[in-house]
């Protein structure tokens, strides 16, 4: 079954990345994100990061308004933890909604 979250961006800052806590890995639980959806806005790059590896850096105004969702398949152990945010190049401040759907198996 495929689960979702939800989390604000916060505001954003100009000329900078703002990272939130997304979702960390549980012991005997194996979470797969399998999804990411937001909201297109111009001049923001939606970035994920695994620890400190970083999965994605995506200009998230490319995707279709009407179906806005990256397909995904991320692991998260145990121990692990997926931080989500955005790099803003423009003036505009405005939090962002960002929501993942994942699934969760003992």
Same mark, same amino acid.
């Given at each position: ?7 604000? +961006?916060? !505001? %954003?800052?100009?000329?900078?990345? *703002? =990272?939130?806590?997304? $979702?960390?890995?549980?012991? /005997? ?30 200009? +998230?105004? !490319? %995707?279709?308004?009407?179906?806005? *969702? =990256?397909?995904?398949? $991320?692991?998260?152990?145990? /121990? ?27």
């Amino acid at each position: 079954m495929l689960k979702w979250k939800r989390v604000s +961006s916060g !505001t %954003l800052t100009l000329n900078a990345e *703002v =990272l939130v806590d997304m $979702l960390s890995g549980m012991s /005997g639980k194996n979470r797969v994100i399998k999804k990411i959806s937001f909201t297109p806005t111009q001049y923001k790059f939606l970035r994920v990061y695994r620890d400190a590896e970083q999965i994605v850096d995506y200009d +998230s105004y !490319t %995707l279709n308004g009407e179906y806005p *969702v =990256l397909d995904m398949d $991320l692991p998260v152990g145990e /121990g692990q933890s997926v931080k989500v945010g955005f790099y803003n190049s423009s003036g505009a401040t405005t939090a962002i909604e960002i929501m993942i759907g994942y699934t969760e198996a003992a």
